[in-house]
């Protein structure tokens, strides 16, 4: 068990002195909601800008809308070698490669934050939908190209990150990558397969001929996962390690890709499935980090969600389940086990870390929505905890994000006046093709990765990687662990950033 450094005051002085108000009604809360640095307006901007940079993150054939002006169509031909068209899509982070479990996983979370936050977000939730539809497009044409097969990759990522250049110029092998019976790659077919199902409810009454389509490649390419398993990483090896390695293996993937299908259909098949699979797939509960790996921490939570909701018979045990990931999560909870900074960050891993910490928020907030449907409460030993706590620990961790902070820097690029200006980002560092038409080599880019200079182009609302366990960050282009972005980062915040815009 990692220990907690230092809280803000207010927070440590309620832990050891006020622990009885951190039960169903919690004091704590409200005037933490009241002293907010900021406003409902201020998270209807951070929202909007979140879903910008989703824009800056596409491949393919920009849209007549792009609102990102300074990209350009790139990936004309992906597939096109291969006899199938695998257009479209989204680059991952800085680099020009489409890795399949990473987009599956982005597409599954911006859905989810739809499902359950759309409503929150006013004048966003078209651009939101647009996102979503975005990734499931090119994720139905991946599950659909080739019967029997899942491609998972554009793009030969050896090849790439010896490179620096415009996703524009893209001059490196864009070989593309599959899984079938002969290559299973459990995890990310049934990762595909939880982003169609999630996207066919975001779609299931303002396009129903979509939704039906996507719920149909979702169930199929389930199917490939659970008929033929084994893990993608040890079928295509060195094309996705070491970059999205199967690290925690397939089969929390296949729960959570059954759990999905089963909120888009209600179907007992999948029902049973869950019941008769969940402790072998499901694993041990001893799974703290939910990211594009793990699936684990999310799949209790939606679990938990029927049962709570619709008092599912044989689902009642994943209550219990969150209860115990979410209590990890509190501190001054008798099962408290994570690790959070000085500044009041929770923190994972010094590469990236602000993934784990959006993620984890969501999964805060989303059962903080489905306790207060049902009058519920967290149960941490003999603590109780109600779901006003959950928001408060959510909402401290997207105030930080966003510049409530030791440093007063908000981790959203374009966001505040302190923002990173050296993101480690292809796109962002060299001048746009509209600035510079001419094409700029594989090695002619890295005078960009290198200057000093700030960022050609302004990728706005991307949440870079984020700072160290003592809330250290070095704003330098060459530091990939805290300046990169990636999309499976803002993802989640999308739902954050919606719901605090409503609730503020």
Known sequence: MQTLHLFPLIILSCMLLCASAFTTKDSYVSSALEKSPFTRQ?????????????????????????????????????????????????????????????????????????????????????????????????????????????????????????????????????????????????DVAAETAAALAASSIVFKYSDPFYSKRLLKAAINVFKLADEHRGAYSDSLGSAVCPFYCSHSGYKDELLWGAAWIYQATKSRTYLSYIQYNGRVLGGEDNSNWFSWDDKRPATKILLAKSFLEARVQGLQDYKTRSDNYICSLIPGSPNFQSQYTPGGLLYKAPESNLQYVTSSSLLLLTYAKYLDKTHGVVHCGSTRYAANKLRALAKKQVDYILGDNPQKRSYMVGFGKNFPKHVHHRGASIPSIHKMPNHIGCSDGFQYLHKSEEDQNILVGAIVGGPDSNDNFSDNRDNYRQTEPATYINAPFVGLAAYFSSAA
């Open 42 to 186: 201020d998270y209807l901007t951070a929202l909007r800008k979140s879903l910008l940079f989703f824009e800056g993150q596409r491949s393919g054939k920009l849209p007549r809308k792009q609102r990102v002006r300074w990209r350009g169509d790139s990936g004309l031909s992906d597939g096109f070698a291969a006899k199938v068209n695998l257009v479209g899509g989204y680059y991952d982070a800085g680099d020009n490669v489409k890795f399949g479990l990473p987009m599956a996983f982005t597409t599954t979370l911006l859905a989810w934050s739809v499902i359950e936050f759309g409503s929150s977000m006013q004048n966003q939730v078209k651009n939101a939908t647009y996102a979503v539809r975005w990734g499931s497009n090119y994720l139905l044409k991946a599950a659909t190209a080739t019967p029997g097969s899942l491609y998972v990759q554009v793009g030969n990522a050896n090849n790439d990150h010896q490179c620096w250049e415009r996703p524009e110029d893209m001059d490196t092998p864009r070989d593309v990558y599959k899984v079938s019976a002969n290559s299973p790659g459990s």
